[in-house]
């Protein structure tokens, strides 16, 4: 079968019909702008923390992890490591930070740490990173909708942008949590749902799981190699899924979305005590290694059911370099009537799990941190709430014309990854500084020009194609570099074949978050401050 059943649309009608009566309900008694970004500071630890978790999976879990789990193996649990530990940093470092200052965006931590220009640079990087790591977020579910519904691209974006905007305009941050909690729920059991019928419909089971798996190394979690030689060498810069990569990049990248990102810190700052707050996070700290593995296991079940069931459809998906097309085709044309409805409910709320909260944060930033500074600050709470409905509105328009940008990639998953890389890195180094640095410490003036500078040399250290000057420039960085990290295990030669590649993109948020708080703390004096 490869159309939805009467069946299916039914429950694709109940849900959307519980989420919107959530969002209106909820939206019932928004008084001011406290109750429609921080829902009041009363919302539940755990609610908190199944939308923490919600929104971080996104559709970029749901259909991303299963398709680069297809196409390669477990590698992605190196992320996982690193994962651990950045969350652990926020919790005890950054949320105590937030709760001290009572800040409804975090933004507004550094303008009180610093200054204005601070608060502004912090606020423009967040608006940039979020608009295209969320509309990476839209294209990865729209992708899968087109598939399911057999409907064009562009048509799918609109529709769940709609759907979004409508309860999250309504109902706010509370809006966000609820209908998260919710979702959260849907989509965990559409995976195991997905396990579940492949295994079942393998001849021999779960043991066909096992050896089919286990022949096609797809269980494999670590890559890596003490032999300059090898692909996987350890210390190699060039190689985006190296084990020192994937575990640094999981570790920076996690304490930028969810220390520094308004979209994921936001919810956080709901909780009545800081103790909640943290308590919420560090069980996502615990839940995230079983929770990836079971949607890697998920696209490792797709690869093994299509090695006994061939597919067509599928081998050209995969020669295609679209193999995030692979799990919503399953959903289609494998599961029963009901069964395939629950699941593409799933998908949707995996979408709409990011999406409504990016909306609510995008909204709470431009009016805390732009409007209310810059246009207004004397609004009444109700025209302050109507303005900030407004600007879910613009966001969401704005959200749904870059997601169609992104129609066209090899991996949704990776490119999530990429996009925030050029600017997570100036984020959490700013935060760094204003959280770690004595508090005589810091320059106004110099920090923006350190979030600022921090994307050119991203991209100077990223990028394969430089004038010849340049490349020369790079490669002498990257001997010095290499010479002091290798600890003399790598000869000059090797060290200069290494220096010859520009550095894989999972080290761009940690070059840039090093390179704006170190810049930032050196030019970080009293004295520097009256000369500029």
């Not at 490669?475 to 060290?495: D, P, W």
Request: proline share 3%; aromatic share 14%.
């Amino acid at each position: 079968m490869d159309t939805l059943a009467p069946l299916d649309w039914f429950v694709l009608a109940i849900y959307a019909l519980i989420v919107v009566a959530i969002g209106v309900y909820t939206g019932r008694k928004e008084k001011n702008t406290d109750d429609y970004f921080l829902g009041g500071r009363q919302m539940p630890w755990w609610a908190v923390m199944i939308s923490i978790y919600a929104t971080s999976l996104s559709a970029l879990t749901f259909i991303g992890v299963p398709g680069a789990a297809y196409m390669e193996d477990f590698r992605y649990l190196q992320f996982a490591l690193g994962d651990l530990v950045g969350r652990v940093i926020i919790s005890f470092l950054l949320l105590t930070a937030y709760y001290k200052q009572r800040v409804t965006t975090v933004y507004q931590l550094l303008g009180e740490r610093f200054g204005p220009r601070s608060q502004d640079a912090g606020t423009l990087f967040f608006l940039v990173t979020r608009l295209l790591a969320s509309g990476v977020r839209l294209a990865g579910c729209a992708i899968a909708l087109a598939v399911v519904f057999q409907i064009n691209f562009n048509v799918a974006i609109a529709l769940i942008a709609f759907v979004a905007l409508v309860y999250t305009m309504a109902g706010g941050i509370k809006a966000v949590i609820w209908t998260d909690t919710m979702q959260f729920i849907l989509f965990m059991l559409a995976a195991g749902i997905a396990l579940f019928t492949v295994i079942t419909a393998l001849p021999n089971g779960f043991s066909d799981f096992i050896q089919i798996g286990n022949e096609g190394n797809k269980f494999k979690i670590f890559h890596f190699s003490f032999k300059s030689s090898d692909p996987d060498y350890w210390l190699s810069l060039s190689n985006p899924k190296s084990l020192l990569a994937g575990s640094l990049f999981g570790c920076f990248s996690v304490v930028a979305a969810l220390g520094t990102d308004q979209d994921l810190v936001q919810r956080m700052l709901t909780c009545k005590k800081v103790g909640e707050s943290q308590r919420a996070l560090l069980v996502t700290a615990i839940l995230n290694f079983p929770i990836t593995l079971l949607f890697l296991s998920v696209g490792s079940a797709l690869f093994i059911y299509y090695q006994t069931f061939p597919d067509p459809q599928v081998l050209n998906y995969v020669q295609a370099n679209e193999a995030d097309k692979i799990f919503p085709h399953f959903i289609l044309t494998v599961l029963a009537p009901g069964v395939r409805g629950l699941l593409v409910a799933g998908l949707l709320a995996a979408a709409m799990s990011s999406l409504d909260s990016a909306l609510n944060a995008l909204a709470s930033t431009a009016y805390i941190d732009i409007y209310k500074r810059y246009f207004r600050s004397d609004c009444d709470d109700k025209k302050a709430v109507q303005i900030s409905r407004n600007f879910v509105v613009l966001f969401a328009v704005i959200l749904a014309l870059i997601a169609m940008s992104f129609g066209k990639t090899d991996s949704i998953l990776w490119l999530g990854f990429k996009v925030v890389g050029y600017t997570y890195g100036a984020l959490l180094g700013i935060f760094m500084l204003a959280v770690l640095a004595p508090p005589n410490k810091g320059n106004d003036k110099m920090n923006f020009v350190a979030m600022v500078s921090s994307i050119f040399v991203v991209i100077f250290l990223t990028n394969a194609n430089l004038p010849m000057g340049l490349e020369q420039v790079r490669e002498y960085l990257f001997i010095v570099l290499l010479k002091m990290f290798s600890f003399g295990t790598l000869s000059l030669q090797e060290i200069r074949e290494f220096a010859t590649k520009p550095i894989a993109w999972p080290w761009s948020i940690v070059i840039g978050s090093c390179w704006t708080f170190g810049f930032a703390y050196l030019f970080s004096n009293d004295k520097m401050e009256k000369t500029i």
